[in-house]
């Protein structure tokens, strides 16, 4: 949420990475080291009275950087988006390490250009999702993990409504039972009767 503020300004950070990330006492985040930020060429007018920010060609942490960004394209949000995926998988120790979930959110922000999140926005979204228990976009899920899905979110109305059912079924077994016995004995004295009166 906090990169996701940048683009706003019409700001690319442009040296995302776990060191220039902190977390503060109360579980705050606060994005450091803006040193190298830069403009989009659409926002530069507006930044115009300041002094150059940053500077141009491919600037940033290389392990950090977006393909787009380490060839020296104009600065553009996805750049930002591309160093995020790279430090959320390195807080999981690595994508292979990570969720399946994440490391689709963490794959789509490292896809083309054209295919990754539109900004840290959408990327916060799907992160949010995540920790929220539903779907991630990112993510193709199977009839399995749906299913998964689902019993894990409806677990404890789905307990209780088992268990109601088992009453329900004993009950109903016990009553069947009950009633078979008593039919049961009803024929026998009926029978007894009968054999009497012969």
């Known amino acids: ?7 706003d300004a019409g700001l690319v950070h442009r040296d995302l990475k776990p ?11 606060q994005v450091v080291d803006w040193g190298l930020a830069t403009p989009t060429p659409e926002a530069a007018a507006r930044w ?3 002094p150059e920010l940053g500077g141009h060609g491919p600037v940033g942490t290389e392990a950090y950087m977006a393909p787009e960004q380490a060839r020296g394209a104009p600065p553009d949000p996805s750049h930002d988006v591309w160093s995020l995926g790279v430090t ?14 994440i490391a689709a959110i963490v794959a789509r922000a490292q896809a083309a250009e054209a ?28 009839p399995t993990d749906l299913l998964r899905r689902t019993l894990a979110a409806y677990r404890l109305p789905l307990l209780v409504g088992t268990a109601g059912l088992g009453v329900v079924v004993v009950a109903v077994a016990a009553g069947w039972w009950q009633t078979t016995r008593s ?7 009926q029978s007894a009767a009968a054999d009497t009166h012969a």
């Open 1 to 7: 949420d906090a990169v996701a503020a940048a683009p």
């Open 19 to 29: 060191s220039n990330i902190l977390l503060g006492v109360h579980g705050e985040t």
């Open 48 to 50: 115009s009275g300041l």
């Open 88 to 101: 959320l998988a390195a807080v999981f120790g690595g994508r292979d390490a990570a969720p399946p979930e």
């Open 115 to 142: 295919d990754r999140y539109r900004d840290a926005a959408a990327f916060a979204e799907d992160l949010l999702r995540w920790f929220e228990g539903r779907r991630v976009a990112a993510f193709a899920y199977t």
């Open 183 to 189: 039919l049961a004995r009803a024929l026998d004295a």
